[in-house]
Every structure is written in C-alpha cells, then in structure tokens.
C-alpha cells in the first residue's frame, strides 16, 4: 500500500510541477535582421482582458529590463525602429488581436494575409504574449509567448521574482541568430 501511495504522491507532483511550469513558443520572421532594431516604442494591443494598473506597470518595467539586457532602447519620441505590444491572457481561452497600424500580416507571422486587426490566433489561457513589429514595414516580425506568466497569488517577492522568469524566457530567443 505505501508503494502505491508513494507512487501516487510522486504522479501528483510532476503533473503539479508541470501544470505551473511556464513554456515559452516563439515564432518570427526569419528574413528580418534583427541586429538591425536598437529602438522601440510601446504600443496598445486591444484585448479585452488586461492585468489591474500596478501589474502592468510591473510587467512592463521587467520588459523594459529584458528588453536593454538585448540592446534595446525605448524611444523618447513617436520613431523607434520597433513597435512592441503585450496582452495577456487569463482562465479561459481568447482569441488574440493584432495590433491595428494599417499592416497586412504574412504568413511567417502565424496570421492570415489581410488588413490589421482582422487576423486573430486562438491560444490557451495563462499566456504573456510579446508582439514586435517593424516600424516600416508595419509588419509583424517577432510573436513570443510564455505561460504562467503572472502569479496573482503569489507574495510580492515570489510574485516579481516569477515574472523575471516569465520574462526571461519570453526574450531567451531575441534576438535570434543569424543563419
């Protein structure tokens, strides 16, 4: 009986292990050079759930730390190189918009061709989703999505601290390597 038992506790833990693991997917444009982007700006992804004021101030100052660790630089002004968006999404699933900056999307960004805002990606819930797109282009070259991202329950030390993670897991691929 305590081999089962133990067996059991040992089955609960790994599925529980991996339940609040955070798995990371990234796709982009593979003909785009990115050593090229040393600028961005922020820009809004309609979406209709969004984290409360404090969590998104807190998500987008981990960003922004990511983001200079990979020789980005947020622009002063309305120019930068890249316009970068986040959404997230929470306990159920949703479908994902574009930003609207009147762009047609290919398919090497995971969308169908069209105008912006008409194309949406179905995903499962829990996810922190990092869009980049060309300023010049109006293109969206870099979509990078971890699960888990935000523990709403966690203390605020384990609740930064599992952001730094999700963040740094988000960007681990950015820039990717020239082939």
Partial sequence: MKKYFLVATVLLALG??????????????????????KTYKWVSI?????????????????LEVELAKKGLTKSPSDTADLYIGFQIARNTRKALSHVNIGASYGSAAGATAGTAGAATTIIHS???????YD?????????????????????????????DNA???LLKDYPPKKS
């Fill in 16 to 37: 529980a292990g991996r339940a609040a693991a955070q798995n990371e997917n990234t796709i982009f444009d593979k003909h785009t050079d990115f050593y090229k982007y």
């Fill in 46 to 62: 309609e979406s209709p759930q969004h984290l409360d004021e404090l969590s998104t101030e807190q998500l987008t100052a981990t």
């Fill in 126 to 132: 829990g996810l922190l989703v990092l869009d980049m």
């Fill in 135 to 163: 300023s010049g282009s109006k293109k969206l070259v870099w979509r990078s999505l971890v699960s888990n991202a935000i523990d709403a329950n966690g203390k605020p030390d384990k609740r930064q601290n599992h952001m």
């Fill in 167 to 169: 963040v740094e897991k």
